[in-house]
Antibody, heavy 121, light 108 residues
Framework: QVQLQESGPGLVKPSGTLSLTCAVS?????????WSWVRQPPGKGLEWIGE???????NYNPSLKSRVTISVDKSKNQFSLKLSSVTAADTAVYYC??????????????WGQGTLVTVSS | SSELTQDPAVSVALGQTVRITCQGD??????ASWYQQKPGQAPVLVIY???NRPSGIPDRFSGSSSGNTASLTITGAQAEDEADYYC???????????FGGGTKLTVL
Protein backbone atom coordinates (compact mmCIF):
# COMPACT_ATOMS: atom_id res chain seq x y z
CA GLN A 1 0.00 0.00 0.00
CA VAL A 2 1.01 3.63 -0.37
CA GLN A 3 3.41 4.95 2.25
CA LEU A 4 4.64 8.49 2.77
CA GLN A 5 7.90 9.57 4.37
CA GLU A 6 8.86 13.13 5.24
CA SER A 7 12.46 14.27 5.31
CA GLY A 8 14.35 17.50 5.83
CA PRO A 9 16.24 19.60 8.40
CA GLY A 10 14.90 19.46 11.92
CA LEU A 11 16.21 22.92 12.79
CA VAL A 12 15.73 26.14 10.85
CA LYS A 13 16.89 29.61 11.81
CA PRO A 14 14.39 32.46 12.18
CA SER A 15 13.77 34.32 8.93
CA GLY A 16 15.07 31.31 7.02
CA THR A 17 13.25 28.89 4.74
CA LEU A 18 11.87 25.57 5.87
CA SER A 19 12.25 22.85 3.23
CA LEU A 20 10.75 19.38 3.44
CA THR A 21 10.24 16.52 1.02
CA CYS A 22 7.66 13.75 1.07
CA ALA A 23 8.65 10.53 -0.68
CA VAL A 24 5.79 8.40 -1.97
CA SER A 25 6.27 4.63 -2.11
CA UNK A 26 3.93 1.81 -3.07
CA UNK A 27 2.06 3.99 -5.54
CA UNK A 28 2.44 6.75 -8.10
CA UNK A 29 2.33 10.45 -7.38
CA UNK A 30 0.67 10.74 -10.78
CA UNK A 31 -2.46 9.01 -9.52
CA UNK A 32 -5.74 10.92 -9.24
CA UNK A 33 -4.99 12.36 -5.83
CA UNK A 34 -4.10 15.66 -4.30
CA TRP A 35 -0.99 15.59 -2.07
CA SER A 36 -1.05 17.73 1.04
CA TRP A 37 1.07 19.16 3.81
CA VAL A 38 -0.43 19.49 7.29
CA ARG A 39 1.30 20.75 10.42
CA GLN A 40 0.74 20.49 14.16
CA PRO A 41 2.43 22.85 16.65
CA PRO A 42 3.41 21.15 19.90
CA GLY A 43 0.33 20.47 22.00
CA LYS A 44 -2.01 22.02 19.45
CA GLY A 45 -4.32 20.96 16.63
CA LEU A 46 -3.87 20.23 12.95
CA GLU A 47 -3.48 22.99 10.35
CA TRP A 48 -3.67 22.34 6.62
CA ILE A 49 -0.89 24.10 4.70
CA GLY A 50 -1.45 23.32 1.04
CA GLU A 51 -1.80 20.69 -1.67
CA UNK A 52 -0.55 19.82 -5.12
CA UNK A 53 -1.76 17.67 -8.01
CA UNK A 54 0.69 15.84 -10.25
CA UNK A 55 -0.05 18.36 -12.98
CA UNK A 56 1.46 21.01 -10.74
CA UNK A 57 -1.81 22.67 -9.77
CA UNK A 58 -1.72 23.93 -6.20
CA ASN A 59 -4.02 25.23 -3.49
CA TYR A 60 -2.80 26.95 -0.32
CA ASN A 61 -4.14 27.96 3.06
CA PRO A 62 -4.85 31.69 2.67
CA SER A 63 -3.19 32.40 6.02
CA LEU A 64 0.12 30.96 4.76
CA LYS A 65 -0.15 31.52 1.02
CA SER A 66 2.35 34.36 0.82
CA ARG A 67 5.10 32.19 2.32
CA VAL A 68 4.35 28.72 0.94
CA THR A 69 5.47 26.93 -2.19
CA ILE A 70 4.63 23.28 -2.90
CA SER A 71 6.18 21.49 -5.84
CA VAL A 72 6.15 17.99 -7.32
CA ASP A 73 8.92 15.87 -8.82
CA LYS A 74 7.30 13.06 -10.75
CA SER A 75 10.65 11.52 -11.71
CA LYS A 76 11.41 10.97 -8.02
CA ASN A 77 7.82 10.26 -7.00
CA GLN A 78 7.90 12.96 -4.35
CA PHE A 79 6.59 16.39 -3.50
CA SER A 80 8.09 19.20 -1.49
CA LEU A 81 7.24 22.09 0.81
CA LYS A 82 9.01 25.40 1.18
CA LEU A 83 7.95 27.88 3.86
CA SER A 84 9.80 31.15 3.90
CA SER A 85 10.42 33.82 6.54
CA VAL A 86 9.86 31.35 9.36
CA THR A 87 9.41 32.33 12.99
CA ALA A 88 9.07 30.36 16.22
CA ALA A 89 5.35 30.09 15.45
CA ASP A 90 6.22 27.77 12.58
CA THR A 91 7.71 25.22 14.96
CA ALA A 92 5.59 22.11 14.46
CA VAL A 93 5.41 18.51 13.39
CA TYR A 94 4.94 18.56 9.62
CA TYR A 95 2.97 15.76 7.99
CA CYS A 96 2.41 14.89 4.37
CA UNK A 97 -0.81 13.14 3.41
CA UNK A 98 -2.61 11.82 0.35
CA UNK A 99 -5.97 13.41 -0.36
CA UNK A 100 -8.90 11.52 -1.83
CA UNK A 101 -12.12 12.85 -3.28
CA UNK A 102 -15.39 11.40 -4.53
CA UNK A 103 -18.22 13.89 -5.01
CA UNK A 104 -18.89 15.22 -1.50
CA UNK A 105 -16.46 12.84 0.14
CA UNK A 106 -12.95 14.15 0.77
CA UNK A 107 -10.41 12.61 3.12
CA UNK A 108 -6.70 12.12 3.90
CA UNK A 109 -5.19 8.65 3.90
CA UNK A 110 -2.46 7.69 4.50
CA TRP A 111 -0.35 10.14 6.43
CA GLY A 112 3.40 10.20 6.81
CA GLN A 113 4.89 9.65 10.24
CA GLY A 114 5.62 13.36 10.58
CA THR A 115 8.83 15.29 11.14
CA LEU A 116 9.45 17.88 13.83
CA VAL A 117 10.84 21.17 12.61
CA THR A 118 12.06 23.63 15.21
CA VAL A 119 12.66 27.28 14.38
CA SER A 120 15.42 28.59 16.59
CA SER A 121 18.70 30.41 16.37
CA SER B 1 -13.32 31.47 6.26
CA SER B 2 -15.13 28.39 7.47
CA GLU B 3 -14.22 26.67 10.71
CA LEU B 4 -15.08 23.38 12.35
CA THR B 5 -15.95 23.36 16.05
CA GLN B 6 -15.39 20.42 18.39
CA ASP B 7 -15.74 20.01 22.14
CA PRO B 8 -12.21 20.09 23.61
CA ALA B 9 -12.71 17.05 25.83
CA VAL B 10 -15.12 14.17 26.27
CA SER B 11 -15.04 11.19 28.61
CA VAL B 12 -16.73 7.80 28.49
CA ALA B 13 -16.88 4.81 30.77
CA LEU B 14 -15.28 1.66 29.48
CA GLY B 15 -17.71 -0.26 27.28
CA GLN B 16 -20.17 2.61 26.97
CA THR B 17 -21.11 4.65 23.92
CA VAL B 18 -19.74 8.10 23.19
CA ARG B 19 -20.52 10.64 20.49
CA ILE B 20 -18.03 13.28 19.37
CA THR B 21 -19.49 16.14 17.37
CA CYS B 22 -18.18 18.60 14.82
CA GLN B 23 -20.02 21.70 13.61
CA GLY B 24 -19.36 23.96 10.67
CA ASP B 25 -20.85 25.50 7.56
CA UNK B 26 -18.67 23.41 5.26
CA UNK B 27 -20.50 20.31 6.51
CA UNK B 28 -23.62 21.44 4.69
CA UNK B 29 -21.76 20.77 1.43
CA UNK B 30 -19.17 18.12 2.26
CA UNK B 31 -19.08 15.09 4.51
CA ALA B 32 -16.62 15.12 7.38
CA SER B 33 -13.73 12.74 7.78
CA TRP B 34 -12.49 11.72 11.21
CA TYR B 35 -8.97 10.98 12.44
CA GLN B 36 -7.67 9.35 15.59
CA GLN B 37 -4.35 10.56 16.93
CA LYS B 38 -2.52 8.94 19.81
CA PRO B 39 0.41 10.67 21.55
CA GLY B 40 3.51 10.83 19.40
CA GLN B 41 1.78 9.29 16.41
CA ALA B 42 0.43 10.52 13.10
CA PRO B 43 -3.32 10.87 12.62
CA VAL B 44 -5.13 7.77 11.37
CA LEU B 45 -8.32 7.90 9.31
CA VAL B 46 -11.22 6.19 11.10
CA ILE B 47 -14.32 7.42 9.22
CA TYR B 48 -14.86 9.14 5.89
CA UNK B 49 -17.86 10.09 3.85
CA UNK B 50 -21.36 9.25 4.94
CA UNK B 51 -20.20 6.36 7.17
CA ASN B 52 -17.22 4.56 5.67
CA ARG B 53 -14.54 2.78 7.66
CA PRO B 54 -11.10 2.06 6.19
CA SER B 55 -9.86 -1.47 6.36
CA GLY B 56 -8.67 -2.35 9.83
CA ILE B 57 -10.86 0.12 11.71
CA PRO B 58 -13.18 -1.66 14.18
CA ASP B 59 -16.89 -1.53 13.47
CA ARG B 60 -17.54 0.11 16.84
CA PHE B 61 -16.60 3.35 15.03
CA SER B 62 -19.39 4.94 13.00
CA GLY B 63 -20.21 8.31 11.51
CA SER B 64 -23.32 10.34 10.84
CA SER B 65 -24.25 13.77 9.61
CA SER B 66 -27.17 16.19 9.79
CA GLY B 67 -27.20 19.75 8.57
CA ASN B 68 -24.04 21.47 9.73
CA THR B 69 -23.13 18.79 12.28
CA ALA B 70 -21.14 15.61 11.86
CA SER B 71 -20.77 12.99 14.57
CA LEU B 72 -18.36 10.20 15.33
CA THR B 73 -19.82 7.49 17.55
CA ILE B 74 -17.85 4.83 19.36
CA THR B 75 -20.14 2.04 20.52
CA GLY B 76 -18.57 0.10 23.35
CA ALA B 77 -15.49 2.25 23.89
CA GLN B 78 -12.26 0.42 24.65
CA ALA B 79 -9.21 1.59 26.56
CA GLU B 80 -7.25 1.77 23.29
CA ASP B 81 -9.73 4.31 21.93
CA GLU B 82 -8.37 6.95 24.29
CA ALA B 83 -6.91 9.52 21.91
CA ASP B 84 -7.44 12.88 20.25
CA TYR B 85 -10.04 12.92 17.50
CA TYR B 86 -10.12 15.47 14.69
CA CYS B 87 -12.79 16.18 12.14
CA UNK B 88 -11.95 17.60 8.75
CA UNK B 89 -13.77 18.57 5.60
CA UNK B 90 -13.31 20.15 2.23
CA UNK B 91 -14.48 23.76 2.06
CA UNK B 92 -15.43 25.99 -0.82
CA UNK B 93 -15.44 29.31 1.00
CA UNK B 94 -11.76 30.18 0.96
CA UNK B 95 -9.54 27.67 2.69
CA UNK B 96 -9.86 24.40 0.71
CA UNK B 97 -9.49 22.23 3.81
CA UNK B 98 -10.54 22.85 7.40
CA PHE B 99 -9.86 20.91 10.58
CA GLY B 100 -11.70 20.96 13.86
CA GLY B 101 -9.75 21.86 16.95
CA GLY B 102 -9.78 18.27 18.18
CA THR B 103 -11.52 16.39 20.99
CA LYS B 104 -9.54 14.61 23.67
CA LEU B 105 -11.35 11.38 24.52
CA THR B 106 -10.75 9.85 27.94
CA VAL B 107 -11.92 6.31 28.60
CA LEU B 108 -12.65 5.88 32.31
Amino acid sequence: QVQLQESGPGLVKPSGTLSLTCAVSGGSISSSNWWSWVRQPPGKGLEWIGEIYHSGSTNYNPSLKSRVTISVDKSKNQFSLKLSSVTAADTAVYYCARGHSSSWYWWFDPWGQGTLVTVSS
Amino acid sequence: SSELTQDPAVSVALGQTVRITCQGDSLRSYYASWYQQKPGQAPVLVIYGKNNRPSGIPDRFSGSSSGNTASLTITGAQAEDEADYYCNSRDSSGNPWVFGGGTKLTVL
